[in-house]
């Protein structure tokens, strides 16, 4: 067990636990917003439907650089935030339906643009949908002179993590008085919109560049599964905000470790641990645990 632990931090399993943290922080920050906002499948909605922006950014660029796919992937991401405000505020459509309507239709757009146009490139959408870390230690590695920063994913993913933290630490204060309560924020002279749409910029940046090491569906779990599993001990978002970024670190942790173990999937891995610490809240949570609240009463 102790060598297994001590493999975790070596050359090949390090790469692959540093990149599943830099995910897991990113997504845990924005996944806290995303929860007290209740826009949980916000998520789910953008990571399918950022599809048709990748086969568009193929179309227009010719090749699968990471830097048109990265930005048409961000134009759709706005795009589907821009469409479901759209539809639930000019109809009678609530916004859990119009999620359901927008993104399953631009993501089958994007099924039918890969299938016509691209169906002969490494650009489907099996590859957008599951991602495989493990093969981060293999990827070329980014150099700043003599000086080796790890696979290119890696640093990119790293980018995006002190990007998002950043953004979260300058704008701290408008992102959760939005998230709380939008009139006061308006009312103050807050840019509700300005906001809102640097929150969806931010979650469609880190969902495509975890593409390539947990995939679209995964990532989803990130998000959700340590902002979801905080919010059930504490009451303060200073404090969920510590606890979901502490979670996310122990289920990269320990979702490898398992993954390893079991020779399983790793993001499979990372997700149900993730799963497991949130059950454990769930139940045991002073204040909203199930066995908790049952022993009160008794």
Known sequence: MIQEIQNLFGPVYGWILAMGIAVSLSCAVLGSFLVVRKMSLIGDAI????????AIAFLFS???ATIPMLLGAIAMGMTTSFLIEFVSQKSFIKKDAATGIVFTS???????LISLFADKIDLDQECVLYGEITFIPLEPHFYLGNLDLGPYPFVIMSGVCLVVVLVVILFYKELVLTSFDPALA?????PVTFIHYLLMGLVSTTIVSAFESVGAILVVAMLIAPAATAYLLTNRFSKMLLLASLFAVLNTFFGLYFAIRLDASVAGGIAVAGFAFFL???LFSPS???VSRAIKRA
């Open 47 to 54: 990571s399918h439907a950022v599809l048709p922006g990748l």
């Open 62 to 64: 010719g090749s699968r």
């Open 106 to 112: 631009l993501f089958a757009i994007g099924v039918i």
């Open 186 to 190: 308006l009312s103050l002279g807050v």
């Open 280 to 282: 454990l809240a769930f």
């Open 288 to 290: 909203q645990g199930l």
